[in-house]
T-cell receptor, first 116, second 112 residues
Framework: EAGVVQSPRYKIIEKKQPVAFWCNPISGHNTLYWYRQNLGQGPELLIRYENEEAVDDSQLPKDRFSAERLKGVDSTLKIQPAELGDSAVYLC??????????????FGPGTRLTVT | SQKIEQNSEALNIQEGKTATLTCNYTNYSPAYLQWYRQDPGRGPVFLLLIRENEKEKRKERLKVTFDTTLKQSLFHITASQPADSATYLCALYYSSASKIIFGSGTRLSIRP
């Protein structure tokens, strides 16, 4: 079984530029999560999808961040414009159901974003 | 707001000894408490979960305890090996919000 796939693995951009991250969850997983992880910290949830519906985006900075999950499979997270403080690792995770998230989430390798 | 505390300092253990990591939380007890392992440059990997009505859970060399009175979970690795060196994250799952909150993790180093 293929795991969660993310791309790119690394991205370096100048501040004020846009950037996008892509995630392909495990096949059959309806719930998809985007997290941000700063150095030395645990992952912080940005947004959670149930199929194509964003059911929890309370932590997403909506002035510059946007996300979509078309057809309830792949997802894209975008930042426009990027700020220096956005430098972090962006993790995508999936589970078969949000309640299954209680039984563990499957994470991708993450995208390390550096904003200069 | 809910807070989770894990040992901020790295834990260094001699190979073969038992490593014990601590996760403390404030306020409400979660429905589930999870432990993840994270290696450098990789995403967290789920290891174990324990429910609020369970006291102890085991999986191979791993053991997790959960004390809702103390608001604490302990994560044990017995017969530790250098390959166990990683950062270990605890996470609390709140069923009412279907939300997981992660601690900042404890870095564990097992020396040969």
């Amino acid at each position: 079984e293929a795991g969660v796939v993310q791309s790119p693995r690394y991205k370096i951009i100048e501040k004020k530029q846009p950037v996008a991250f892509w995630c392909n969850p495990i096949s059959g997983h309806n719930t998809l999560y985007w997290y941000r992880q700063n150095l030395g910290q645990g992952p912080e949830l940005l947004i959670r999808y149930e199929n194509e519906e964003a059911v929890d985006d309370s932590q997403l900075p909506k002035d510059r961040f946007s996300a979509e999950r078309l057809k309830g499979v792949d997802s894209t997270l975008k930042i426009q414009p990027a700020e220096l403080g956005d430098s972090a690792v962006y993790l995508c995770a999936s589970s078969s159901h949000s309640r299954q998230g209680a039984r563990g989430q499957y994470f991708g390798p993450g995208t390390r974003l550096t904003v200069t | 707001s809910q807070k989770i505390e894990q040992n901020s300092e790295a834990l260094n253990i001699q190979e073969g000894k038992t490593a014990t990591l601590t996760c403390n939380y404030t306020n409400y007890s979660p429905a589930y408490l999870q432990w993840y392992r994270q290696d450098p440059g990789r995403g967290p990997v789920f290891l174990l979960l324990i429910r609020e009505n369970e006291k102890e859970k085991r999986k191979e060399r791993l053991k997790v305890t959960f004390d809702t009175t103390l608001k604490q979970s302990l994560f044990h690795i017995t017969a530790s090996q250098p390959a166990d060196s990683a950062t270990y994250l605890c996470a609390l799952y709140y069923s009412s919000a279907s939300k997981i909150i992660f601690g900042s993790g404890t870095r564990l180093s097992i020396r040969p």
